[in-house]
């Protein structure tokens, strides 16, 4: 499956952001889906993971309350809404897709969007 990040972007503390994630190529309900992200100097970790239907969700946990992974499956379209931003969710945000692994997906990569947070 190809997978089609965009949405990144420089935003003020205490600001929001909605990401996307468009997929093509195969079944994108077949898919977990969900967002990592990787800072400067840091390894890439899992911020939001959502099951095939829609179902269950997980978050890591300086996200959570924050942050809400959807999916849409009649668009092909992940989202994750972050909201009330912070310096340390600066990061180059990942969405990636996979079939069997949960929460730590690894089959399929989008490209990276930046999320600069400005304090």
């Known amino acids: 499956v190809q997978l089609q990040a965009s949405g990144g972007g420089l935003v003020q503390v205490g600001g929001s952001l909605r990401l996307s994630c468009a997929a093509s190529?195969?079944?994108?309900?077949?898919?977990?889906m969900g967002w990592f992200r990787q800072a400067p100097g840091k390894e890439r970790d899992v911020v939001a993971v959502i099951s095939r239907g829609g179902g269950v969700t997980y978050y890591t946990g300086s996200v959570k309350g924050r942050f809400i992974i959807s999916r849409d499956n009649a668009r092909n379209t992940l989202y994750l809404q972050m909201n009330s931003l912070n310096p340390e969710d600066t990061a180059v945000y990942y969405c990636a897709g996979d079939r069997n692994n949960w929460p730590f997906l690894n089959e399929y990569w989008g490209q990276g969007t930046q999320v600069t947070v400005s304090s």
């Open positions: 190529g195969r079944t994108f309900s077949d898919y977990h």
